[in-house]
């Protein structure tokens, strides 16, 4: 029976003989057959000729065949896919959870992150760009069009980038069309702005005014001015004095410009002085006469982080700016220390309860941070992070002096050994975070005293993360094995391992250190006993997760 698409009929295999040996042994040499051979010859060849183009015709024959089917598979495809369109879950997905995907695709383009890697601040988040959302959001059908029209927090964050003023004048004029359509869109939803230049902004420049004369919105707001930037941060700053009621967090990268005003200049920026909301503070660079020529509502502010690494020392803090912030909360330095430090008075702070520090490199002033920590009053501070390359001198009584009250701390290791007198002084901890090679301390947070069968060290840890600093950190897979297992309850209707002391709940391990798979199956034995283990890449020092801004 013929094939109903191609028309052949299955055949067995043609049976075409070999050459014989005879053949074959005269093929490999010049010598011509003798006339009696050549006709039997004649006649095998014509045969295989004949079957070889009967075997080329049903080739040709298929690959037409094959042609036509892969067209029809083809069409059948574009066919389902226009069925798989229509049938889609996202058309039947609620226009509730539409949002929130936009929203999600908003803050993967980086518009939402202040601090994507390492507490650096992004700046160059340009929310003109119609290449991203949520502008290519509103172009993709009716409905999405319709959607992201309606959720105004899309349109909600400005992120200016100022184009070269010699560009041609209508990118500029586009721009600033694109920017009043957006913020039309924003409607009434507080907004978070960015303004970021390479070049002079001058106080009448159209993207500036536009965005000024919608300050009353403005909740977030941060500023990266490169090029004459006091005196754009003064054009900024005259447009908007008395008319920001909103603005909840400012932050500002001023490089140096702040550091190098003669004392005697008495140039004032003086736009953010009446800002009722104002509580969090950034500076990104020097903050000498940073409180002589910024002139906020000092006592509102609760969060203060700068950071300046690799500017000059000499510059980089205005200690004074601190006594200005009776009811700060949060404080975070991350710079190269000055020497001004020693001959500064005291400061009390007694609402803060978060300090972190972080000094890089061999910094030549560490005895200023040290001097810092003795002149800091701290009666409710919590939670601790010192990032630094060396021993701090006045660290141990600092932490004595902070025992009552102190649950989190996280630590360099400079020195292994010098970790566990440190631990001693602050039984109350319940989290603790080590980065670098730590085997004593490790060791010492498995012991337990002979005679009662206390925990040495932090009976009150329920949290334990360990980092690496360096390539070469190896981690003592038995140790880590004897902390869980010293640490964890018994079972889990058991509160606690020991009378007084009390589970360890968490365990955070760097992906960078290698665990063995029979170390991994131990401590995953221990999940019904409370413990859960994470192996990630940790975040380690920065305020990452509360840091976001938006």
């Known amino acids: ?48 000729q004949s079957h070889i183009d009967d075997v080329a015709n049903d080739i040709s024959r298929l690959e037409g065949i094959l042609n036509d089917l892969r067209q029809e598979h083809q069409r059948l495809c574009d066919v389902a896919n226009v069925y798989q369109a229509v049938l889609h879950p996202i058309r039947i997905i609620s226009d509730e959870i539409l949002v929130q995907i936009f929203r999600n695709c908003a803050e993967e383009a980086g518009m939402m992150e202040l601090y994507p890697r390492y507490g650096q601040p992004s700046f160059n988040c340009d929310s003109l760009n119609t290449r991203k959302p949520p502008w290519t959001l509103s172009q993709v059908s009716r409905r999405w069009r319709s959607v992201a029209l309606s959720d105004s927090s899309l349109w909600s964050y400005l992120g200016v980038m100022f184009p070269d003023p010699r560009r041609p004048a209508q990118k500029q004029a586009n721009m600033v069309s694109r920017l009043m359509l957006q913020i039309q869109r924003s ?27 919608h300050s009353t919105r403005w909740e977030n707001l941060r500023v990266k001015f490169r090029a004459n930037g006091l005196e754009s941060l003064q054009c900024l700053s005259s447009l908007i004095k008395g008319n920001i009621p909103a603005l909840r967090r400012l932050h500002l990268q001023t490089g140096s410009s702040i ?6 200049n008495g140039l004032v920026i003086d736009g953010f002085q009446y800002a009722p909301n104002l509580q969090d503070l950034a500076i990104w660079g ?105 021993e701090i001198e006045h660290l141990p009584q600092f932490l004595s002096h902070s025992a009552a ?27 603790l975070a080590l980065r670098g090679s730590s085997p004593e301390a490790v060791s010492a947070l498995a012991e337990r005293e002979g005679t009662s069968g206390r925990l040495r060290l932090l009976p009150r840890l329920q949290r334990l993360a360990l980092w690496t600093l360096r390539s070469t950190d190896v981690l003592d897979e038995n140790l880590i094995l004897a902390v869980a297992q010293s640490r964890v309850g018994t079972d889990p209707s058991t509160p606690t391992p020991g009378v007084g002391d009390y589970c360890l709940r968490y365990l955070e391990i760097d992906d960078k250190f290698t665990l063995g798979s029979h170390t991994l199956e131990s401590l995953q034995a ?3 006993r409370g413990l859960r283990v994470q192996q990630s890449s940790c975040g380690w020092f920065f305020l990452s997760a509360e840091e976001q801004w938006k």
């Open 286 to 390: 020097h903050t000498g006469r940073l409180a002589d020529v910024l002139q906020i509502p000092w006592s509102q502010i609760t969060r203060y982080r700068t950071f300046d690494r690799g500017l000059i020392a000499e510059r980089s803090l205005c200690y004074a700016a601190l006594s200005k912030m009776p009811n700060l909360e949060t404080f975070h330095e991350n710079r190269t220390l000055a020497d001004n430090l020693v001959h500064t008075p005291p400061v009390n702070l007694s609402s803060l309860h978060t300090l972190s520090f972080g000094i890089a490199g061999e910094n030549p002033y560490y005895h200023s941070l040290s001097a810092l920590l003795e002149r800091l009053t701290l009666s409710n501070l919590r939670d601790l992070r010192i990032d630094a390359t060396t």
């Open 1 to 48: 029976m013929n094939c109903s698409r191609c028309g052949l009929a299955p055949q067995s295999p043609r049976h075409i003989p070999k050459p014989s040996s005879a053949t074959i042994t005269l093929s490999e040499t010049n010598i011509s057959p003798i006339d009696s051979d050549r006709g039997a010859l004649e006649s095998s060849l014509s045969v295989v």
């Open 259 to 264: 550091a190098t005003i003669p004392s005697d």
């Open 526 to 528: 221990l999940k019904p």
């Open 405 to 431: 009250t102190l649950r989190v701390l996280k630590l360099r290791i400079k020195d292994s050994a010098a970790v566990v007198p440190l631990l001693e002084r602050v039984s109350g901890v319940e989290h």
């Open 187 to 213: 409607r009434q939803f507080p907004l978070a702005v960015s303004f970021h230049s390479s070049y002079p902004v001058e106080r009448f420049n159209p993207l500036l005014v536009t965005v000024c004369s």
